[in-house]
């Protein structure tokens, strides 16, 4: 399996701040990348995948960027229900995903 | 509009084998560019990757559950279903499907709302 490692695995910011997730994988995934939010009780909705393509009708807000082991989520401008927990995923075989362990992004 | 639902018993014992059903609509388990996977999530932990298969019934499993894991699909019912061997109380958690798009990236792009399993005697 390849091995995704997220960081922090916690967070505390303010509404407006801009705040950046990092995910290393263990081997080279090109930019098979996808990012996810979960809001508690609820199932994970996918925001980029491609490393850096928004899902159609993800706010502009996000962004990700990066290829081979390492990417980034980008959050510019906080809002309110932006605040959950966030997983990257790599799909680079289409034979078997990992996911990260997950990062919280919790209200300061 | 492609949506998923997870069905199976909330509640099951030690040792005995978990079968969980995914009910899908809005499109054709039929083609190798579509899949459905399953995911599941301990109470307050990670996602887990599990399994998919393919709509030309390649099947892929998570390396470590491997040998107690099995997934099928009744294209006409629009269904898959994952079994799961041997349970423990450590495979409790929420168990999510999901259709995932692979035409030039592989993503899971639509997700069922997850079916809560607890294992215990």
């Known amino acids: 399996d390849i091995q995704m490692t997220q960081s922090p695995s916690s967070l505390s910011a303010s509404v407006g701040d801009r705040v950046t997730i990092t995910c290393r994988a263990g081997?080279?995934?090109?930019?098979?990348l996808n990012w996810y939010q979960q809001k508690p009780g609820k199932a994970p909705e996918l925001l980029i995948y491609?490393?850096?393509t928004l899902q159609t009708g993800v706010p502009s807000r996000f962004s990700g960027s990066g290829s081979g082991t390492d990417f980034t989520l980008t959050i510019s401008g906080l809002q309110p229900e932006d605040f959950a927990t966030y997983y990257c995923?790599?799909?680079?075989?289409?034979?078997?995903?990992?996911f990260g362990q997950g990062t919280k992004l919790e209200i300061k | 509009q492609i949506t998923l639902k997870e069905s199976g018993p909330a509640l099951v014992k030690p040792t005995q084998t978990l079968t969980l059903t995914c009910t899908f609509s809005g499109f054709s388990l039929s083609t190798s560019a579509v899949a459905v996977g399953w995911i599941r999530q301990p109470p307050g932990k990670a996602l887990e990757w599990l399994a998919h298969?393919?709509?030309?019934?390649?099947?892929y499993y998570s390396l470590s559950l491997r040998t107690r894991l099995t997934i099928t699909k009744d294209t006409p019912k629009n269904q898959v279903v994952l079994t799961l061997t041997n349970l423990d109380p450590v495979d409790t958690g929420t168990y999510y499907c999901a259709h995932l798009s692979g035409v030039r990236w592989y993503m899971y792009d639509y997700w069922g709302q997850g079916t809560l399993v607890t294992v215990s005697s």
């Open positions: 995923q790599q799909s680079s075989s289409a034979v078997m995903y990992t």
């Open positions: 491609g490393a850096s």
């Open positions: 298969v393919y709509g030309n019934d390649n099947k």
């Open positions: 081997q080279n995934i090109n930019k098979y």
